[in-house]
Nanobody
Framework: QVQLVESGGGLVQPGGSLRLSCGAS????????MGWYRQAPGKQRELVAR???????NYGDSVKGRFTISRDNAKNTVSLQMNSLKPDDTAVYYC???????????????WGQGTQVTVSS
């Protein structure tokens, strides 16, 4: 496993914005996919957004047009800018990295600990 550390969660009012960041640590040569998933109470974990090393992106239908994912390959970081937040966006957000090549080998399916995002007035 690769260690992923998230930051930036918190409480925000509906219509507000938050920015999540995640960094991968270690002697990393490359990361194929980085992204964010979320899980609300009583619901399955779902894709929020992901970005491949070449820059192509995918978004969950519920966040298209409101969230923007970006990554810095040199720093092994991924960020999620969340705008026009809604109460339905309330969830624990997990950073994800797949096919991470390091000096210890290649790792698949690494997850961060999660950061809480709460959208409420």
């Amino acid at each position: 496993q690769v260690q992923l550390v998230e930051s930036g969660g918190g409480l925000v009012q509906p219509g507000g914005s938050l920015r999540l960041s995640c960094g991968a640590s270690g002697s990393i040569f490359s990361i194929d996919t980085m992204g964010w998933y979320r899980q609300a109470p009583g619901k399955q974990r779902e894709l929020v957004a992901r970005v491949l090393s070449g820059g192509s992106t995918n978004y969950g239908d519920s966040v298209k047009g409101r969230f923007t994912i970006s990554r810095d390959n040199a720093k092994n970081t991924v960020s999620l800018q969340m705008n026009s937040l809604k109460p339905d966006d309330t969830a624990v957000y997990y950073c994800y990295a797949d096919r991470v090549t390091t000096n210890r080998g290649t790792f698949f399916g690494s997850w961060g600990q999660g950061t809480q995002v709460t959208v409420s007035s």
